[in-house]
Nanobody, 126 residues
Framework: QWQLVESGGGLVQPGGSLRLSCAASGFTLPYIAIGWFRQAPGKEREEVACTSNRGDDLKYADSVKGRFTISRDDAKNMVFLQMNSLKPEDTAVYYC???????????????????WGQGTQVTVSS
């Protein structure tokens, strides 16, 4: 059974950094597309950053470009989201997601992903 477990969320001041982790089990990461998404209260779930199945194509939401970095360690079955220069508007529950559907390019659409973690809360506030 595919399972994704996020960790690393918390409370951070504006301008601070956090590193989110996503541990995958029940499947191995090579050739699996991975995405990070977030959902703020009262808003729809939105894309943050995604990788292609081979991990060689990355896509970022405009709102996080230059501040967030997605990475993956296939040997450890882990995916990461490094978040720098955090802003209050980054406050949300962050989810990692996986898709076995193969594409050459990263796809950052929620309906492309079939497996989701439970989410980790990130709060940016002074």
């Amino acid at each position: 059974q595919w399972q994704l477990v996020e960790s690393g969320g918390g409370l951070v001041q504006p301008g601070g950094s956090l590193r989110l982790s996503c541990a995958a089990s029940g499947f191995t990461l090579p050739y699996i597309a991975i995405g990070w998404f977030r959902q703020a209260p009262g808003k729809e779930r939105e894309e943050v950053a995604c990788t292609s199945n081979r991990g060689d194509d990355l896509k970022y939401a405009d709102s996080v470009k230059g501040r967030f970095t997605i990475s993956r360690d296939d040997a450890k079955n882990m995916v990461f989201l490094q978040m720098n220069s955090l802003k209050p508007e980054d406050t949300a529950v962050y989810y990692c997601a996986a898709s076995a559907r193969y594409t050459d390019e990263a796809v950052c659409l929620t309906n492309h992903y079939d497996y989701w973690g439970q989410g980790t809360q990130v709060t940016v506030s002074s």
